[in-house]
């Protein structure tokens, strides 16, 4: 079972945020007014299908894009009231991203692809810390070409974390990964969320995997149809696919 946050303290809010996206006459409503606040320490999962407003809610909430209208805030701090230079000093700070594609470096070694970050980052674990908290203490200095597909997003999610953001953003992080081996990263993440309280807030097509959550948010059109809470969250082992 994935423990409960300890506190429902707020750690990011989205106020009647709109998106949209213009191709000379045509407008795209990405998102159309959603209103959202992630908690410190919770595990969220992202429902909706295709277009919903999924992706583009993420890329918001972790300053990667700026809203149409509406506000966005981290704590007290207004981010659609920074510029670049703001916004790339949040992510840096704050946030760690973990994509459907590993986005590793082929020439770098697992430990090498995660002191990428760990070189810019203020606080940061070390690498070997941060690979050995998703179970690759054996592989640190092994190329992306001999890892699997599981290993390879664990060194991603490794990555991510070694500069200790309060918040993660996971966009598909199983889409391309069979069962047995979406459990492995999967419990990954819940390690992370349960060791060190980090904020998590993962898309997925694969609805069963709502089970590892404290909230699940079903998107449609661009927007929140409705949120579940979770009482009594699932491993990810215990998760049927």
């Given at each position: 079972?994935?423990?409960?946050?300890?506190?429902?303290?707020?750690?990011?809010?989205?106020e009647?945020?709109?998106?949209?996206?213009?191709?000379?006459?045509?407008?795209?409503?990405?998102?159309?007014?959603?209103?959202l606040?992630?908690?410190?320490?919770e595990?969220?999962?992202?429902?909706?299908?295709?277009?919903?407003?999924?992706?583009?809610?993420?890329?918001?909430?972790?300053?990667?894009?700026?809203?149409?209208?509406?506000?966005?805030?981290?704590?007290?701090?207004?981010?659609?009231?920074?510029?670049?230079?703001?916004?790339?000093?949040?992510?840096?700070?704050?946030?760690?991203?973990v994509?459907?594609?590993?986005?590793?470096?082929?020439?770098?070694?697992?430990?090498?692809?995660?002191?990428?970050?760990?070189?810019?980052?203020?606080?940061?674990?070390?690498?070997?810390?941060?690979?050995?908290?998703?179970?690759?203490?054996?592989?640190?200095?092994?190329?992306?070409?001999?890892?699997?597909?599981?290993?390879?997003?664990?060194?991603?999610?490794?990555?991510?974390i070694?500069?200790?953001?309060?918040?993660?953003?996971?966009?598909?992080?199983?889409?391309?990964?069979?069962?047995?081996?979406?459990?492995?990263?999967?419990?990954a993440?819940?390690?992370?969320?349960?060791?060190?309280?980090?904020?998590?807030?993962?898309?997925?097509?694969?609805?069963?995997?709502?089970?590892?959550?404290?909230?699940?948010?079903?998107?449609?059109?661009?927007?929140?149809?409705?949120?579940?809470?979770?009482?009594?969250?699932?491993?990810?082992?215990?998760?049927?696919?």
């Amino acid at each position: 079972m994935t423990p409960a946050p300890t506190a429902r303290l707020p750690i990011l809010t989205t106020e009647a945020v709109t998106k949209v996206y213009r191709t000379g006459a045509l407008a795209v409503h990405a998102l159309a007014g959603v209103s959202l606040t992630l908690y410190q320490s919770e595990i969220v999962v992202l429902l909706g299908a295709s277009g919903s407003g999924k992706s583009t809610l993420l890329n918001i909430l972790g300053g990667l894009d700026q809203p149409t209208s509406g506000r966005v805030m981290f704590r007290d701090q207004d981010l659609t009231a920074l510029g670049d230079a703001g916004l790339t000093a949040f992510r840096r700070a704050h946030v760690g991203f973990v994509f459907q594609f590993y986005n590793l470096v082929p020439s770098l070694t697992a430990r090498e692809n995660v002191a990428l970050v760990t070189e810019i980052a203020d606080h940061p674990m070390r690498p070997e810390e941060a690979l050995e908290r998703v179970g690759l203490a054996a592989r640190l200095d092994h190329f992306p070409s001999e890892l699997s597909g599981g290993e390879q997003q664990r060194v991603a999610i490794a990555r991510a974390i070694a500069k200790r953001p309060e918040i993660l953003l996971c966009d598909e992080p199983t889409g391309a990964l069979d069962s047995k081996t979406g459990v492995t990263v999967l419990e990954a993440l819940v390690e992370v969320n349960r060791d060190l309280g980090t904020t998590t807030a993962l898309i997925t097509h694969n609805a069963e995997i709502r089970r590892i959550a404290h909230r699940v948010i079903y998107m449609a059109d661009g927007r929140i149809a409705r949120v579940e809470e979770n009482t009594s969250p699932m491993a990810p082992a215990e998760v049927s696919w």
